[in-house]
């Protein structure tokens, strides 16, 4: 059983960074795609960085790109976001999701995934 576990989440003041882990534990493989999400509330998920199955490509959307950063360790299983230069519109309850693959292609919609971690509170406030 794949499980996902998100941690790093906290409050921060504007223009203040965050670094998000998304655990993958229960793996048959190293082969994943993890895509990070964020809903705010009373809106949909919106996809914010995602990572391939292999040769780590990734995607950000356009209201972080520049400031975050997605990244793996397959060593300790983990997929990170660095979160940078934080806006309050960046508040959201973050999300990391995960599925099986060995393609070089990152997935961009929540439903393409198989399994999904916690979630994990953001807020950016002064």
């Known amino acids: 059983q794949v499980q996902l576990v998100e941690s790093g989440g906290g409050t921060v003041h504007p223009g203040g960074s965050l670094r998000l882990s998304c655990v993958v534990s229960?793996?048959?493989?190293?082969?994943?795609?993890v895509g990070w999400f964020r809903q705010a509330p009373g809106k949909d998920y919106e996809g914010v960085s995602f990572?391939?199955?292999?040769?780590?490509?990734?995607y950000y959307a356009d209201s972080v790109k520049g400031r975050f950063t997605v990244s793996r360790d397959n060593a300790k299983n983990t997929v990170s976001l660095q979160m940078n230069s934080l806006k309050p519109e960046d508040s959201a309850t973050y999300y990391c999701?995960?599925?099986?693959?060995?393609?070089?292609?990152?997935?961009?919609?929540?439903?393409?995934?198989?399994?999904y971690g916690q979630g994990t509170q953001v807020t950016v406030s002064s």
């Open positions: 999701a995960a599925r099986y693959s060995s393609g070089s292609y990152y997935f961009r919609g929540w439903n393409e995934y198989s399994y």
């Open positions: 229960g793996s048959t493989s190293n082969y994943y795609a």
């Open positions: 990572i391939s199955g292999v040769e780590d490509n990734t």
